[in-house]
């Protein structure tokens, strides 16, 4: 079989293999690349988290790297630490939460194109927010942005976590906690952004905290999964 991939993870087989985590245009795949730990090796720069290779695999219940191509290394993110800890977050999140039946080439397509702006520079945290609030939509949790979810009033909204979207004044009970019009219009730019037709929006410090915030508890609420690499930000940006 040949097919382009992403490369999502990869850990040590035996002396000097390794087993490569893919992500497809059809799906997820996991290959034994034999001796891509070795220095002569062709195929070593292959196994590294974030390249995109063209490979031929074996027909078999674990196939085998049988050759490759390097399509892109992504050389500028990997050169700077916080961007290639973004990009690993994200393909935790594409290796972790995407399940089979999904349109894997839609996300796919999308994921190259995320990774060719942050390649070029662009703002890899803000990135990863479009990433992650895309994310969520592809899961099945779209968030809702027009009305009250509850009774479709338009006026004096604010964001809500648990409804996943804005709920007026009047349903928003004793300490809950409501994000006004200011942050959730971030939130529902970054939503609806199309990355190859609008640059990258730039955002203030304080909006970056309260949208990474507001993130990760929608990630706790409806996806019940944070990265490592997320944790290491954490450490990093202190927030």
Known sequence: MDTIAIVLHQIDYKDS????????????????AHGVKKLNNVNRFLSQNGTV???SLSKSSFPILKDGELIEDYEHIKQDIIAYTYMNHILELVRNTIPE????EKMFQFLQKVFDKMNRESDPEVLSFIVELKLLYFLGTGLHFN??????????????????GLICNHHLEGIQIGYEKDVYQWLKDLYYIDITMNNIPDIEGNYRILIRHIIDALYDEFVGYHSKSRTILKQIKKY
Do not use: E, Q, W
């Not at 293999?17 to 034994?32: F, M, Q, R």
């Not at 039946?101 to 894997?104: F, I, K, L």
């Not at 009305?147 to 996943?164: E, P």
């Open 17 to 32: 293999s390794k087993i490569l985590y893919l992500y497809t245009p059809s799906g997820h795949a996991s290959v034994i």
């Open 53 to 55: 290779i063209r490979c």
């Open 101 to 104: 039946d999904s349109d894997h």
């Open 147 to 164: 009305n009250c979810v509850i009774c479709g009033n338009m006026d004096h909204l604010v964001f809500h976590i648990s409804s996943g």
